[in-house]
């Protein structure tokens, strides 16, 4: 009676949904603009994803513990600033120490460290909700980076310092243009590489997966809970710093808006790409593809020429076309595992399975 | 009739913990800024804190239903241009200032389209969670992009001036001295606060919250509640949207952005939870007030203007790390785990007391 073998093909499209999408979204741009598909567009799709990419990755680490980390954004803000206060001459702006670049960029890492230790630390240890303190801690963190900065951006970098943000690692010349392959592009796919390798196949992701499945659980089963995240929060932390970077290199300028109201886009796209608020769920490369769709999105619509007022009703749009695929995605494999279920057994009780709301 | 003891006491205390704190600031800085207790800034308190005060009710409504509406601060936005876009004399866009359609709707007309406009897209938003089973956050998300959107491509990125007087009245307006806003807001407050604490729909909203499953179960349908719930938030944010357009008498495309963290924070800081099927209308009114009163108070120090927020950050983390420390105690405290049942019945004592 094992009738009930779900369609693999079917089965291999649902989990990657989200790569199904990216590719939809990158024919259909393709199709409706010429200009879509030529080379200096697809380097900007890629480099332009670069910041926003590492503010999602730091959000995919603690959505899989079951966390937040609204604060990114303003670490990003802050970490640039910091950096470039201590890069640039007094005339402009800075505090006129012009440390070496490698020295900046280790102590903005570090920053971005410390911000993330320490909401870890008030999470698990004093036990604030970690939405809350990470609320509170994205207005600190913005208004340390209005109050440190002169009140106007600085710009003009050292070239090592812009190196990872705005460097090109090779340029291609072709007729139609040239085709830009940026150090941040790389970077970021690298980033993402690594980050689903270390949740995917280490014992440290492997706990952070059960934490956020179940933290009583994974308490019980003989997981530090605490240390797992507090971990995860430094990571995210770290990443930040690194957008900071990315986008202070790209820009070669820090401003003390740099960043905000990014978050419910980075939100977006790492919910987009299969990651749950809920925790648990999901996977880092899944991640990365809401990168890409939302990248595409941003750099197709532009390039339609569709105004920008226009661009946020488009892109909550094929957000909410998204989701509704999304649950129809969860609804579908609810279906096959009952179907599997009831194969196995006579009585047939269902799973457990949340569904998407 | 137990005779209440030391432990009642605490208890009663951590479980109103918020007012404590409310008490407490109220304290420090009536003792510390002068002019802080007079009645023009308290007035002025609680006049800034209306429209927060406003969207807080909704958003802790959804929250009780375990939901989130991130939507509320892009109907704010849109519900304010499209007013001032039926009401106000065409002319040409210029200096970034443009004006209406050219239509010229009367405020007795445009206010209830507007409020129509709000619980329109609130259900729209509950019937996507629910009825299509789409994921809460993202769906409220997209709706406040596009929202905004609307807002923007409608305006044209350019500011609205002068409204009538008749739509200003809830915003600006006064009786008796006393702000129209701050009267609605309490109303508000009140008439949520009863729905919540003594009517069956507050109970279904706990019930949805705390278990989705077993309110199914139990026989009641929890699509129907929390339809009913975004529904309730999309309305009170075009209320919101309404008395701070009125209070402007300037439409501003921009108008509300960011106050969907505070609007969470203020209802979290009064006691309802993110994890649904906890806190009282009451407890995020204290929520509200706190947050008006250290916004008031940061003014009024004279606090750099570039510092303001990093201070106002950090007041709230501090308010943040002793709740925590309540939570804890009430943890400790062992068997009054909140269940729903408990929950109605504190709301119901708050009530009453």
Known sequence: ?357 | MRTPNRHDLLEFLTRHFIWVVLVFTVVVFGLTIKGYLGLANIANILITGSVLGVMVIGQSLCLMARKLDLSAEGTVSLVAVVAAWLMLPYRETDLAQAGGLGVELDPLIVIPLILALGALIGFVNGFMIMKLNMNFFIVTLAMQLVLRGLALAISEGAIMPGTPAAFNWLGGGRIAGIPVSVIATIGLYLVFGFVMSRMQFGRKVYAVGANEDAARASGFSPARTVILVYTASGFLAALAGWMLLGRLETSVPNLGIGLTLNVVAAAVIGGVSLKGGEGSIIGAFAGVLFLAMVNNALNLMNVDPLWVNAVRGLIILVALIIDAQKTRYAGRAGPSAPTTTVVADADQNAAVS
């Not at chain 1, 009738?3 to 199904?20: C, F, T």
């Not at chain 1, 503010?55 to 995919?60: E, G, K, P, R, T």
């Not at chain 1, 809401?290 to 094929?318: A, C, H, K, Q, Y």
């Open chain 1, 1 to 357: 009676m094992k009738r009930a073998e779900p369609n693999r093909l079917v089965s291999l499209m649902v989990d990657n949904l989200i790569w199904l999408f990216v590719l939809g979204a990158f024919i259909a741009f393709s199709l409706l603009s010429d200009r879509f598909l030529s080379p200096y567009n697809l380097g900007n799709i890629l480099l332009r994803s670069a910041a926003f990419g590492m503010l999602v990755l730091s959000q995919a680490y603690t959505f899989i513990t079951g966390n937040f980390d609204l604060s990114v954004e303003s670490s990003l803000g802050l970490t640039a600033m910091f950096a470039a206060l201590m890069l640039v001459t007094s005339e402009a702006g800075g505090l006129g120490w012009q440390l070496d670049p490698l020295l900046v960029i280790l102590l903005m890492l570090i920053l971005g460290g410390l911000i993330g230790l320490f909401n870890g630390v008030l999470i698990t240890k004093v036990g604030v909700n970690n939405l809350l303190v990470t609320i509170a801690m994205l207005f600190v963190l913005r208004g340390a980076t209005y109050g440190i900065s002169p009140g106007t951006s600085i710009s003009f970098f050292p070239k090592e310092f812009t190196w990872l943000g705005g460097g090109t690692l090779a340029r291609i010349v072709t007729d139609d243009g040239n085709f830009v392959l940026s150090v941040a592009g790389i970077f970021v796919i690298l980033a993402f590489l690594v980050g689903h390798i270390h949740t995917r196949y280490t014992q440290f992701g492997r706990n952070m997966y059960a934490v956020g499945a179940d933290a009583d659980a994974a308490r019980a089963a003989g997981i530090n809970v605490d240390r797992v995240v507090i971990i995860v929060y430094i990571i995210a932390g770290v990443c930040a710093a690194f957008a900071g970077l990315l986008q202070a290199g790209r820009l070669n300028a820090a401003t003390p808006t740099m960043g905000a109201n990014l978050i419910f886009a980075v939100h977006g796209a790492a919910i987009i790409g299969g990651m749950s608020i809920y925790g648990g769920r999901g996977n880092i490369i899944g991640a990365f593809g809401g990168v890409l769709l939302w990248s595409i999105l941003d750099t197709g619509l532009n390039i339609m020429g569709v105004s920008p007022f226009w661009i946020d009703v488009s892109r909550g749009l094929l957000l909410l076309f998204a989701v509704l695929l999304d649950a129809l995605r969860v609804r579908y494999q609810h279906n096959v595992q009952m179907r599997l279920a009831l194969a196995d057994t006579t009585v047939g009780l269902g799973d457990k399975e949340q569904s998407g709301g």
